[in-house]
């Protein structure tokens, strides 16, 4: 009995080292270790039985691979993209489109569209401030950065085939403003869901014209922005790898950004959206312990559920990766005992 008391104590510190809890919650189960893994980008992506992963190259700060796992057995399946296939710059990522019968890889300047047997289908280079094509029906929608009498912003846009501009469908200013951030959007079916991550809960849908079909909008209590979250923004800017192609000297770097940057009183109301399985799944600001809150709505907008899911951060403001798959929430949790990488599933709904 005492041996059988020590097995289980063991795994109950193992566990909890891994997941680094105070106390498991019912509907989170550990799947195991995902290897091969160095360091992985926040935000992960899974489509039928595959979980794709970029990883980042910690000898140049690149995220230059993806990397494809089997969901059941979590073993590598694949490898796609190095500095050789994507084009890759410092502090840049590469983003992942996830389609019915193709995925798109965004790299800098660079788009590559994939079958799941993983052959290249297309690919195409593009200059300038536009960045993450995405399909959208025949035509494709992007983020572009645009100054108009030198103030910034985001601005989504819907272009041809061609890449020729058909319209702005929405902007948000970003200069020098904490925590806003760009655009959170979702292609789903033939609509666009886009979240302008602004002080109202607001989800806005396109129909493939690149005209707003509908609203989506509900009262939502805003989280204070505290001195924790203030510094910890200010020590991620200064961090960010690459910094020595626009100054003289971290002093410089550290100058520029505290004299810019402006810090609202409260987070937005809406911090990331994700469609899938015809349900649209809202992370606000809002925590409690090691959970989230989570809005599940249709996909007209009517609230089905609101629930605090397990949800880990590595810092009050930045988060493991994490995807939504199939009525679950997927996270990538270090091991903080071996240094590796476990995924772990909760059940939402």
């Not at 993450?132 to 983020?143: H, M, Q, S, T, Y």
Request: hydrophobic letters at 35%; glycine letters at 6%; aromatic letters at 12%.
């Amino acid at each position: 009995m005492t041996q059988i008391h020590s097995i289980a104590v063991a795994l109950c510190v193992s566990v909890c080292a891994t997941l680094a809890c105070s106390s498991p919650h019912p509907d989170l189960r550990q799947l195991g270790t995902v290897t091969g893994i160095t360091d992985p980008h926040s935000v992960m992506w899974a489509h039928e039985h595959l979980l794709f992963v970029a990883d980042t190259d910690n000898e140049e700060q690149r995220r230059d691979t993806l990397l494809v796992y089997l969901l059941d057995d979590l073993s590598l399946l694949r490898k796609i993209g190095g500095p050789g296939q994507f084009r890759i710059q410092p502090a840049h990522s590469i983003e992942l489109f996830l389609q019915p019968d193709r995925f798109v890889v965004n790299s800098s300047g660079r788009v590559s569209t994939y079958s799941y047997d993983f052959a290249l289908l297309s690919e195409f280079e593009h200059e300038g401030n536009t960045y993450f094509f995405e399909p959208f029906g025949d035509k494709l929608v992007a983020r572009e950065i645009h100054y108009e009498s030198d103030i910034g912003y985001y601005r989504l846009n819907l272009y041809d085939s061609e890449l020729n501009m058909i319209r702005e469908m929405c902007r948000k200013e970003f200069e020098g403003k904490a925590f806003s951030g760009d655009f959170s959007k979702k292609v789903y079916g033939d609509r666009l869901y886009v979240a302008g991550r602004t002080d109202d809960f607001l989800i806005e849908v396109f129909d493939q014209d690149g005209f707003i079909a509908r609203r989506i909008e509900y009262d939502h209590d805003r989280v204070e922005v505290t001195e924790r979250h203030r510094n910890e923004h200010m020590n991620n800017l200064l961090s960010r790898p690459g910094w020595e192609r626009y100054f003289s000297s971290r002093a410089e770097m550290e100058e520029y950004y505290r004299g810019r940057i402006i810090f609202p009183d409260r987070h937005p109301a809406i911090r990331m959206i994700q469609v899938h399985d015809d349900r649209i799944y809202v992370l606000t600001n809002a925590q409690r312990g090691e959970t989230r809150e989570m809005w599940i709505l249709d996909l007209q907008g009517a609230l089905l559920e609101k629930k605090m899911v397990p949800f880990r951060m590595r810092t009050t403001t930045l988060w493991h990766p994490f995807t939504v798959h199939q009525g679950h929430l997927y996270q990538l949790l270090p091991n903080e005992v071996t240094g590796g990488w476990e995924l772990v599933r909760t059940k939402i709904h």
